[in-house]
């Protein structure tokens, strides 16, 4: 059975940074894409960045492009997001994912970011 736990999340002022950390179990990441995602209240879960077994090809949404970058460590079993540069409209809880599988998620980190 695949677990994802996330962490790293917080409450920062806009303008400055956190990195979220995504452990896995349960399944060895270094055979498969994985992404983040978040979900703001009231909205759907969005796509925020993903990355490829080994790590030479990454994608981001529009609105992060620039601003945070995602990597792994194969080694650890760990996904991470560095987020910099923060803005307001990036509050959301964040989760991770293994591409392509819908029906496993963690709890999610929460992230606020004041103005």
């Known amino acids: 059975q695949v677990h994802l736990v996330e962490s790293g999340g917080g409450v920062v002022q806009a303008g400055g940074s956190l990195r979220l950390s995504c452990k896995a179990s349960?399944?060895?990441?270094?055979?498969?894409?994985m992404g983040w995602f978040r979900q703001a209240p009231g909205e759907e879960r969005e796509f925020v960045a993903s990355?490829?077994?080994?790590?030479?090809?990454?994608y981001y949404a529009d609105s992060q492009k620039g601003r945070f970058t995602i990597s792994r460590d194969n080694a650890k079993n760990t996904v991470y997001l560095q987020m910099n540069n923060l803005k307001p409209e990036d509050t959301a809880v964040y989760y991770c994912g293994v591409w392509g599988d819908d029906d496993t998620w963690g709890q999610g980190t929460q992230v606020t970011v004041s103005s």
């Open positions: 990355i490829s077994p080994s790590a030479d090809t990454t």
């Open positions: 349960g399944i060895t990441i270094s055979s498969t894409a």
